[in-house]
């Protein structure tokens, strides 16, 4: 058998990792190759329908994601009794439920980012171009805004008099509260999604079936139940910044930069974690 490639020069890897009682051992036919990173520009896929397709598939998405949540927000918003309404736990369903269908719906067509976050932590990992990546944050923050003009159109009123479901540090709460909170929690929902979608993990753990938007959805859900009472939960920021723009009020827009600078902050954290820490790329054998 042909010497395998330690993971980790400095040895960190030496012995091979214990597999479960009952788990065969894997093949090596299975052992994993890292695929070549994207490259920072690819003008060829701007002569390609399916990079435009991708971006349609983003827009669509995020349209979806916001009619649905922000009109569930405004559900709750409008009754005086929250026990009449789904309250904060049905707001954190309706977000998860909601990234786990679109993910699901939209991941083979253009991987399922429908944030900003995403995009931007799946491109500091060069798991997409530049170009890629602009044109998809592009897209999502048109489809969110179009997604909250649909909720605003059902009613004018009570959008503006219940906040338009725009994302605002919450009473009781200082700037670098709101700030923290958006930053640990993009962290959990960028470092789910690199950790459902790693292919060395599906190739090694092959008889683990896994459903990719499942955990990431369920991420979504819980870090909604944490931090809604402190920022009403954005670590998406075309998510905030449709919501905002539609609202179009002045406290809104004073917070605004938290859910741009705190989202973009845990997302590159979360490819640092999971790029030099988990999968120690930096410290591959040549």
């Known amino acids: 058998m042909e010497h395998r490639e330690e993971d980790v020069r400095l040895g960190a890897n030496k012995y091979s990792e214990r597999q479960a009682i009952g788990i065969a051992a894997q093949s090596e036919d299975k052992d994993y190759k890292e695929p070549p990173p994207a490259p920072l520009f690819e003008p060829g896929e701007l002569m390609s329908w399916s990079f435009y397709r991708a971006g349609i598939a983003e827009f669509v998405a995020t349209f979806l994601f916001l009619y649905i949540t922000v009109l569930t927000v405004m559900g709750v918003s409008k009754s005086d009794s929250k026990c009449s309404t789904v309250g904060i736990q049905g707001i954190a ?25 995403v995009t931007f932590g799946l491109f500091l990992a ?5 170009t890629r990546a602009v044109f998809y944050m592009v897209m999502q923050c048109l489809g969110a805004i179009c997604g909250a003009a649909l909720v605003k159109a059902f009613g004018k009123t009570l959008y503006q008099t219940k906040g338009g479901g725009a994302n605002v540090v919450n009473v009781g709460y200082t700037k670098g509260d709101g700030l923290g909170a958006e930053i640990i929690g993009t ?3 960028v470092y789910t999604v690199f950790s459902a979608t790693d292919a060395k993990r599906s190739a090694r753990d092959s008889h683990v079936p896994i459903l990719a938007p499942l955990p990431i959805g369920f991420a979504v859900f819980l870090v909604h139940l944490a931090t809604i009472p402190v920022t009403g939960t954005g670590i998406n920021p075309a998510r905030s910044l449709g919501a905002a723009v539609i609202y179009n009020n002045e406290h809104a827009w004073n917070d605004h930069w938290i859910f741009w600078v705190g989202p973009f902050i845990g997302a590159a954290l979360a490819a640092l974690y999971h790029q030099v ?3 120690a790329i930096p410290f591959k054998s040549k």
């Open 126 to 130: 060069r798991k997409l171009s530049l």
């Open 277 to 279: 820490v988990i999968r």
């Open 93 to 117: 369903w309706a977000f998860g439920g909601m990234i786990f269908a679109l993910v699901y719906c939209t991941a083979g067509i253009s991987g399922g980012h429908i944030n900003p976050a």
């Open 187 to 189: 962290f959990v929902l």
